[in-house]
């Protein structure tokens, strides 16, 4: 007999991922090449060609004892160092490699972090639309979380709505930037109040409020966005990392989580996140991985791929009569769907091989969300179902 915690995440089970099993139906049925699943964020772009190389190079080159053994449950210290240094230098920072935990992921960071932060019974605050998966994450721990709207049209947090929310059992925040599902990113502005916000909080109840970036988009934006690192603006403050998209890894589950230097109780936090890592049973980051990656610091994936995906998407749905948030990161679309039944339209759309998810998964309920990390053909192949679509709504 399973446990009634796990009965209900059970009968809850991804959204996203049931859609990307019936896109495999659908395949059987229709064939792969008239089955359009913008359902899950697969990254399609190829990583950067000094991966394989420096795996390579590693395993013929490096004593196994070095590359495959246990270390430090933070990972090893000479990776940590260069992860430190490379932050340093772009984002004029000052930390060390005892400011970082190797994570399986930035969900494994997520996970250590909340495991070190949350008693029964405290809140996390999320703005919706939020990664499903955070609602999870958070009662792993028997924390509750607290869903927080944002702007109907831009998806920026309301600081009034945030700041009547905020109270003595508030511990963390968890902010997503570029964001999964809509594509904005954060301005600077926003992290200013935000900050602001917390700082007033934390004097008004005397407690320490967490704000936690949630970052494996980092990387993915366009038109020259200006992503703000929240190190820089907030002393308590975490960024949990993944090399998932950056690197189009995401099956290697290799990030980190950085802790800001001024952060309450430092050392006592870091020593948790090291064992949190242990107990949780990852033990520690995958080891052949911590050392590519540390080798691969300044590559990147094209982008540009995914720019052109947004905008042929984008332009099409919009001049066909869809309204959305242009995205300005991630590889995410997130539209307005034209009826309230956001689940239903969904249905709607796999009567034309579409295969989206609906933003009710997103707690966003009215929106579906698509995910462009796709082949630029089939993008394009997809625009006469899109059609079919808009005309059965009599949009544009």
Known sequence: ??????????????????????????????????????????PNVAPPENIKIEINKILSETAPKLVHGYMNNSGYEDVRSKIADHLNKKHNINISFNNIVMTCGAAGGLNILLKTLLNPEDEVIVFAPFFGEYRNYVNNFDGKLVVVSTDIDSFEPDMQVL????????????????????GIVYSEKVIQDLSKLLSEKEEEFGTSIFL??????????????????????????????????????????????????????????MTSLNVANRILGFVNAPSLF?????????????????????????????????????????????????????????????????????????????????????????IQNSLPAFDKLAKLYKLK
Request: net charge neutral.
């Open 212 to 269: 936690i970036s949630d970052e494996p988009y980092r990387e993915i934006v366009y038109d020259n966005a200006f992503v703000p690192y929240i190190l820089k603006y907030y002393k308590n403050s975490f960024v949990g990392y993944s090399y998932s998209k950056s690197l189009s890894l995401p099956g290697e589950r290799i990030g980190y989580v950085v802790a800001n230097t001024s952060v309450d109780c430092f050392d006592d936090i």
């Open 1 to 42: 007999m399973i446990s009634n915690k796990m009965k209900d995440l059970v009968a809850n089970s991804s959204i996203i991922r049931a859609m990307f099993e019936e896109g495999k139906r659908l395949s059987d049925i229709y064939g792969e090449e008239n089955v359009f699943d913008f359902s899950l964020g697969n």
């Open 290 to 378: 911590q050392r590519v990656i540390a080798n691969c610091l300044e590559s990147e994936v094209d982008v540009s791929i995914y720019q052109k995906n947004r905008d042929l998407l984008y332009n099409h749905l919009t001049e066909i009569g869809f309204k959305c948030v242009k995205p300005q990161g991630a590889f995410y679309l997130f539209m307005r769907t034209p009826i309230a039944d956001d689940k239903k339209f969904c249905e709607d759309a796999k009567e034309f091989n579409l295969l989206l998810v609906a933003g009710s998964a997103f707690g966003c309920p009215g929106h579906a969300r698509l995910s462009y990390c796709l082949d630029y053909k089939r």
């Open 163 to 182: 700041k009547n929310k905020i109270n003595s059992k508030t511990k963390a925040i968890i902010i997503n930037s570029p964001n999964n599902p809509t």
